[in-house]
């Protein structure tokens, strides 16, 4: 229901003040539209200029992501470009390591032949003597 002073409103007096008084209901939906029909009537062209503001941003949202996506598609082509080159550095690296590694090893086992060859030299005449010992059946170092 509405407030009592809204109800009491729409009969407010019609005519000039004196003996005979009557009241007309008032229309509030005449008032109302009389009253904002200025105000929408300003607010005609709003509609078009929004959808003109919505079409500019659409646009350069549209701008925006095709450069965001050359950019990240630039991005990633370099980035694949210095991935190669260094992975082949690295196994460039990783090879020279090995190498070195390889030589290091080969040298120390040319070493340590060596040095069972120059035993085998040292051992040799003794082996030798204690060996044609046994065959003619003398200890060695009896002869």
């Known amino acids: 229901m509405p407030p009592m002073r809204d109800f009491l409103q729409r009969f407010r007096p019609a005519g000039a003040p004196g003996a005979a008084r009557t009241a007309v209901p008032a229309d509030p939906r005449r008032e109302l539209a009389a009253e904002l029909e200025p105000v929408l009537t300003m607010l005609d062209g ?4 929004c959808a003109e503001i919505l079409a500019r941003a659409r646009d350069e949202v549209a701008r925006i992501l ?3 996506s050359a950019e ?3 991005i990633n082509a ?3 470009a210095r991935a190669r080159m260094i992975r082949t550095e690295a196994a460039r690296v990783g090879l020279a390591a090995a190498r ?3 030589d290091v090893t080969l040298a120390a086992a040319r070493q340590r032949a060596a040095r069972i060859a ?3 030299r ?8 204690r060996a044609l010992g046994m065959i003619r059946g003398r200890p060695a170092g009896l002869s």
């Not at 709003?46 to 200029?49: H, M, N, Q, V």
């Not at 040292?122 to 003597?129: D, E, F, M, P």
Request: hydrophobic letters at 50%; glycine letters at 4%.
């Open 66 to 68: 095709a450069q965001a």
């Open 100 to 102: 070195i590694d390889a």
């Open 118 to 120: 120059e035993l085998a």
């Open 122 to 129: 040292q051992r040799s005449g003794v082996l030798t003597a």
């Open 78 to 80: 370099e980035a694949e």
């Open 72 to 74: 990240a598609a630039a």
């Open 46 to 49: 709003t509609a078009t200029e």
